[in-house]
């Protein structure tokens, strides 16, 4: 009896432990950085998809992916006056 609720308690770990994996990445919100990246498309697939995943759930990291557009957007000139000089 002692080992089959070892191993019960061992599977269900295992698969709390699995799930924990998959929904872990989306579940951080988005850095400064990864917004960034988000919209200049420097993210790879992988950080990509998960971006994508947390996006949809998250208004918070939606919020501050409208507003990095609109900065982006506003420091343009900026960007490309430095780039020249
Ligand atoms: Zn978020």
Redesign the pocket.
Known sequence: MNTSVLVVVLFALCLIYYMWRRIRPSL???SEEDVDDFLANRLNETALKNARE??L??????E?LDEHTRKVQKMKPDRLLKRRF
């Open positions: 951080n919100h988005l947390h996006l759930r998250c208004d918070e990291c939606k501050k």
